[in-house]
């Protein structure tokens, strides 16, 4: 029963996560295109909406999935059995603190979601706190709900939800109604790709420092990437992510150059540009699934420091 709780875990981890970063992209994308009037920006405005509330939906569920399967785990019982133990992890323990926390805050997002693409600030703010109990309940939470280690592993909860979010949402949304000749659409639309490469550029960056601290301080030496499943499962991490940072630096220095030049101009050079583009930025989009699988496994699993594999 414990390794059936525990893939089960897993699962819903990362439907949570890849919720919570479709909520960040889009609200990012939102906020971009919050002035634009052009024909393309009026047809992707509607959907980025509809793509929000499917995210609130998804985590709202998984969010009370995720509480089940954490009760049923710690009182030892099966998920029929669950709903007692329910009770005595909400009032209880500091996870069920932080889960409410979190819900409260998912609560509010949703609300924001549903009432249209108004008020960001609200919605940026509520996904804040709402990130902020899920590293509550991380590996860095065991050293307290504030300091240093916390805070990076929040910070790092950002950025990646920044960055997986602003990929998917262009690859499977924005970019897939290509804009028209119109030209206040190829305006918006360049506008919308060069913002997406600068966040996507500084959210890389501020993830490789963040993850190299967390590493740090949870492996101690580079002996810790060999020999347990934490370290296995943080190189794995690690490849998927300089794989989708490969194919986002492909993408911004080999595409997104001819793609904003095309835009300036007419015709099918810059369909073609576009498909181009929002291909790779699919592919990416995979790897960066593949990333948070990778990262539902790690926060289930005790690094060395905590088993006594290193000395």
Not at 33 to 42: I, T, V
Not at 143 to 164: P, R
Request: glycine share 8%.
């Amino acid at each position: 029963m414990e390794a059936e709780l525990g893939l089960l875990q897993r699962a819903v981890t990362v439907i949570l996560n890849l919720s919570f970063a479709v909520l960040v992209g889009g609200s990012a994308a939102s906020l971009w295109l919050r002035a634009a009037q052009s024909p393309w920006a009026a047809a992707l405005l509607p959907r980025l909406r509809r793509a929000l509330l499917a995210a609130s939906g998804a985590a709202l569920l998984a969010d009370v999935a995720i509480l089940w399967v954490e009760a049923a785990s710690m009182a030892e019982v099966p998920l029929a059995e669950a709903l007692p133990a329910v009770g005595s992890v909400l009032s209880a323990t500091r996870y069920g603190l932080a889960w409410m926390i979190g819900a409260a805050a998912l609560a509010v997002t949703a609300a924001s979601c549903a009432a249209g693409l108004h008020a960001p600030a609200i919605r940026i703010a509520s996904l804040g706190v709402l990130l902020y109990s899920r590293s509550m309940v991380s590996h860095a939470g065991a050293a307290g709900d504030f300091g240093w280690a916390i805070a990076v592993d929040w910070v790092h909860l950002v950025l990646t939800s920044i960055w997986v979010g602003e990929v998917i949402v262009a690859g499977l949304l924005a970019m897939r109604p290509l804009p028209d000749d119109d030209a206040a659409s190829r305006s918006d639309c360049a506008h919308y790709v060069a913002a997406l490469s600068r966040s996507a550029t500084v959210a890389l960056a501020g993830i490789v420092v963040t993850g190299a601290i967390s590493a740090w301080r949870v492996l101690d030496s580079p002996a810790g990437l060999v020999g347990n499943p934490y370290g296995g499962t943080l190189l794995v991490k690690l490849a998927l992510v300089l794989c989708a940072a490969a194919l986002g630096g492909a993408n911004r220095f080999l595409v997104m150059p001819a793609l904003l030049a095309a835009l300036q101009g007419a015709g099918q050079p810059q369909r073609t540009a576009s498909r181009r583009f929002a291909r790779i930025l699919q592919l990416e989009a995979a790897m960066l699934l593949g990333v948070l699988i990778a990262a539902a496994f790690l926060t289930s699993t005790p690094p060395p420091m905590a088993d006594g594999t290193i000395q």
